[in-house]
Structures are given as C-alpha cells and as structure tokens.
C-alpha cells in the first residue's frame, strides 16, 4: 500500500501559516495530510504593534521595533527543515513554497534534499541565474512596480532592520495597489479578509548568490512549478524564465510544469483546484 506524502506548506512574504487553512482542508478532504509553517517571526510569533491597531499612531509605527528584526534566510530554512525532519518520520514529504517561500524551499533544498521526496514552487521565487532581487531589475519584471505600496510603508526598512507594511490602511491608492498585485479576481471582501491576514512586518533578509539553486543537492529533487496565470506580482513571464533557467541548471531533471488560472492569492482563497493539483503529486 502506498504511503501517502505530507505536504508541508511554506508562505510567503507577511503571511503566515493561516494562509493555508482553507486549502488545508480541502487536501484533508482528499484524505491527504499537509503540516503548514509559520517560519521565525511569524503566525503566533509575529509583532503586531499597538500602533497598529485602531485608531492608528502611524508616527508610532513608523518606530516601534519588530520581532523580526535580524531574522534570516538561514533561520527560515533551519524552521522547515525541523519541520521535514519531523514530518519524514511518516513518509514522504513534499515541499510546498509560495511566492517569498520560493525562496526558503530553495535554500532546503540545497542543504538537506534527503528531506524531501518532490518540491513544488506555486507562483514562486526559484533564483537559479541571479539573486531574488536582480530580478527586479529584468525585462520579465517591467510591469512590476515595488514603488506602488509606498503609501502603505511604515517607517524606514534600515532602521527598523525590517519592512513594516501597513496593510489596515483606507489609503485608496495603497488598496488599489494591493488589490492589483495580489487579487484582482476576487470579490472586495475576499481582498479584504485576506489583507487582514497579513502581519504588518518581513524581515529584509532574501539571500545572495549563493542562495540559489544548486544542481549538485537542490537540482536531484523531482520539481513541480505551478503557473498563475493572472499573477501581478510575480508575472507569469518571469515565472517561465526561471523554469527555463533551472530546466537548463538540471536538463535531465526539468520541472513538472502544472498551470491554474488566477492570480497571487486566488489559489489559497478558493483552495479546490489547488488542492486536487496537489494531490495528484502524491501519486507521482
């Protein structure tokens, strides 16, 4: 009888394991078993300042120190591999990252590729040619404007040692922005339980160069990339650049390539397709 996989789950930038609630039981519907992440700073541990909270004290946000402060790329990954560790005594393990979380499965993956049995980047940064943030910089990103959240940026990243987004704001231009890089398709109140479910702080720390995939360890995992086809922030031109980049790193292990319609967060908030896409893996 075969041994079903856990899917552990892996969010991205100002989320949390909370994120994945509906998707998660919909896999339990499946009968499929997933364990979702909340890495350093996050879920429980987050800081949400009393700043934050209604009525807001913006010049008070702009300063108040955040948990996350000095959290790394190498802690994130050190969370998930204790995770993997403890999952792997059930079986299988498949690696789910989403957007930011691209970025932490790929450092798993290059130190402990034992631990995991498939990866899959949903919409995800996979940094194969260049560091996560040169790619702000390509062709693939020219639509890309990180400058339109700047009405919902709270304090300055340097000194705070963190990036503070509030994302409570009734600036109009900030939702717009928002609603345009994550969530165009869904309904207004879709939009806005997600936002609120957004911790206002991220930690600054993205990787380097030797942050990418590693053929020797990262590039001897099977790989799934799933495609969003409406994604605004993370467009799906440079969403097939970097399966182009790491097919090319690994040309004898290319990434399965799977495609849902939608954009950055329509999967997580009508979970059913993903899920069914991701219980299919389980038989791979």
């Known amino acids: 009888m075969q041994t079903l ?14 994120s994945f609630a509906p998707l998660q039981a919909e896999l339990a519907l499946l009968g499929q078993r997933s364990a979702a992440v909340d890495l350093p700073g996050h879920g429980f541990e987050a800081t949400f300042p ?22 790394t790329l190498a802690d994130n990954a050190a969370r998930v591999i204790d995770v993997l560790e403890r999952a792997r005594r059930n079986g299988p393990t498949v690696l789910v990252g989403h957007s930011r979380g ?8 290059n130190q402990r590729p034992d631990l995991v049995d498939r990866i899959v980047y949903v919409s995800a940064w996979c940094p194969v040619d260049l560091p996560v943030g040169d790619y702000y910089a390509e062709p693939e990103m020219a639509d890309v404007d990180p400058a339109a959240f700047a009405p919902a940026v709270a304090g300055n990243p340097v000194e705070l040692g963190l990036i503070r987004t509030n994302f409570r704001t009734a600036d109009p231009d900030a939702l717009a922005a928002f609603r345009h890089a994550f969530a165009a398709d869904l309904t207004d109140d879709e939009f806005r339980t997600f936002l609120n479910t957004f911790q206002p702080d991220e930690n600054l720390d993205v990787g380097t160069s030797a942050d990418r995939a590693q053929a020797a360890a990262w590039g001897r995992i099977p790989r799934t990339y799933v495609r969003l086809t409406a994604d605004a922030s993370l467009p799906p ?3 097939d650049r970097m399966i182009r980049e790491a ?10 390539v799977r495609t849902l319609e939608g954009s950055h967060l329509r999967w997580l908030a009508r979970p059913k397709p993903a899920a069914e896409l991701l219980a299919s893996l389980a038989e791979l």
């Open 102 to 109: 691209g970025v932490t499965v790929t450092a798993v993956g």
């Open 50 to 71: 009393a700043a934050y909270q209604a009525p807001q004290d913006l010049g008070a946000l702009a300063v108040e120190p955040g948990g996350i402060k000095g959290v």
């Open 5 to 18: 996989p856990t899917f552990v789950l892996v969010h991205g930038a100002f989320a949390n394991s909370f």
């Open 237 to 239: 031109a440079v969403q």
């Open 247 to 256: 097919d090319a790193l690994t040309p004898d292990n290319p990434f399965d």
